[in-house]
């Protein structure tokens, strides 16, 4: 953690959860001083109370499963903003190919649209060379005042007034 000063700094690692908090997978991730004991204790720690752990081996942006859904929703968001085809088709061939409950834009509707809108800006300004129409077909959504489930439409229409 660049400028933050740390008495215990082998001690620092974080663990990262997903949503719904009910999902048990979780990533543990250390620094380049990060105790190897530490880690392994914190696994250790996860898989006694019920979770998944996965060791993220090096620092990583985004963690592992991040950077996955990252690519996955970055792709789904130029393809709708192409015109290749709509979020519902996305979603359906998503579903139907993977077997998953929800698809992309199903998921950025629970996250919130602007919440995925400043991920999306982070990952852009960390990394480049990351294309823009993704991130101007969340704004658009955004200016209208729709972020999701949360306010009542996002991608779809959740009958909120």
């Not at 019920?50 to 792709?75: D, L, Q, T």
């Not at 995925?116 to 969340?138: F, K, M, T």
Request: proline content about 7%; overall charge negative; some cysteine.
């Amino acid at each position: 953690m660049e400028g933050i000063q740390m008495r215990n700094e082998s001690r620092f690692l974080s663990a990262h959860s997903y949503w719904p908090p009910e999902t048990p997978e979780i990533e543990i991730m250390g620094h380049g001083t990060t105790d190897p004991s530490h880690i392994a204790l914190m696994m250790d720690q996860c898989k006694a109370h019920g979770f998944s752990p996965f060791h993220v081996k090096k620092p990583s942006m985004g963690y592992i499963y991040n950077r996955i859904w990252a690519a996955i929703k970055r792709e789904a968001l130029l393809a709708a903003s192409e015109g290749a085809a709509t979020p519902e088709e996305i979603d359906e061939i998503f579903k139907g190919v993977l077997k998953t409950p929800k698809g992309p834009f199903e998921q950025m509707d629970v996250v919130g649209l602007d919440v995925v809108l400043d991920i999306e800006q982070h990952y852009a300004d960390a990394r480049g060379n990351i294309p823009s129409a993704p991130r101007e077909y969340l704004q658009k959504f955004l200016d209208e005042g729709n972020l999701g489930v949360k306010s009542g439409k996002g991608f779809y229409d959740y009958g909120k007034s």
